[in-house]
């Protein structure tokens, strides 16, 4: 007996409040949703693996300047581009990281040759970057990353001085971290993140992306979760594990442990955004304390949605 299939995706959580993108801005967002989760559908419907799914997902996010993950990664304080990414496979917990890395395309590429190439967990900075070029992966100058945008960003950024500001749309239009969930018909969950960090970082800031239990985790026994928000706050609740350790360990289902760790104890620490996150019955959650998050996502009768506010969902024939 096959297992029915699930999918969902994130561009990051943030003050998308109604208004805030001009109409055809809001179209071109949700396209590009609905691209980057077709992908990973057509792969599943087509019985292949959740990892592939997820991958596939993301690529087409981090090509798409939308995003701030590749293409249209934020700036650093230094004007360069350091990129992030985690894969988890559900299967047997094995995990593959970047962090850092300034040269590979599409950092989730990077992420899975670490974890199927090399016997390491996470790979970074100018090592990572070595080993990306030893695996003869696509890699592109680091400015290859901007756009008039983030650098936009940037500069306003650096002009107000003072410390980085964490807060999830600070700075004109918020296009963020982004990630994939899914289920394959084989019952095998699977996870990847990819972000190019905060505007403005310094001194080889990480955030919760690449560090597996934070930002990103999967396993058949409990939930596939991928984060986006405020990266310290994350890191600090461990709120991808924390989720999946109350659905394993609690028998808490899926919209219960979403709830109490993103509307608990992530917001009581001060730490705002959102998870995308699926079970291995295929329930599928999508939960955030900020006004919006770019979102898709498969519901039980195969059709797909894109959404960016809290109530503006758009429904697609798969």
Not at 56 to 68: K, R, T
Not at 227 to 243: L, S
């Amino acid at each position: 007996m096959t297992s029915p299939i699930a999918l969902a995706i994130h561009g990051g959580a943030g003050v998308l409040t109604p208004g805030l993108l001009s109409e055809s801005d809001e179209n071109d967002v949700h396209e590009a949703l609905l691209r980057a989760i077709t992908a990973g559908h057509r792969i599943l419907e087509e019985g292949g693996s959740s990892l592939d799914a997820v991958e596939a997902c993301v690529i087409e996010l981090e090509e798409c300047p939308w995003f701030n993950a590749g293409k249209g990664a934020v700036f650093t304080h230094d004007g360069d581009h350091e990129l992030d990414a985690a894969i988890m496979d559900g299967t047997n917990c094995n995990v593959g990281a970047i962090a850092g890395a300034r040269y590979i395309r599409n950092p989730i590429r990077g992420a899975r040759a670490v974890m199927e190439k090399s016997e390491h967990a996470m790979l970074i900075s100018q090592g990572a970057d070595r080993f990306l070029a030893d695996q003869q992966l696509p890699l592109v100058s680091n400015d290859w990353f901007d756009t008039p945008l983030r650098r936009r960003q940037w500069q306003e950024q650096k002009q107000q001085g003072g410390p980085v500001n964490l807060e999830p749309g600070h700075t004109e239009k918020k296009f963020g971290t982004v990630g994939a969930v899914a289920l394959d018909r084989d019952g095998h969950v699977a996870a990847a993140t990819s972000t190019g960090g905060i505007t403005n970082k310094r001194y080889g800031r990480v955030g919760d992306t690449p560090l597996i239990g934070a930002g990103t985790w999967a396993d058949d026994r409990s939930a596939a979760i991928s984060a986006t928000g405020h990266g310290e706050y994350f890191i600090r609740a461990a709120v991808a594990h924390d989720i999946a350790a109350r659905c394993r360990y609690l028998g808490v289902n899926l919209h219960e442990a979403c709830q109490q760790v993103v509307h608990g104890e992530l917001k009581t620490l001060g730490g705002q955004g959102g998870v995308i996150a699926i079970a291995p019955d295929g329930e599928t959650q999508l939960s955030f304390n900020t006004p919006g998050m770019y979102r898709a996502w498969r519901d039980r009768d195969g059709r797909l949605h894109t959404a960016i506010h809290s109530e503006d969902e758009r429904v697609h024939d798969a």
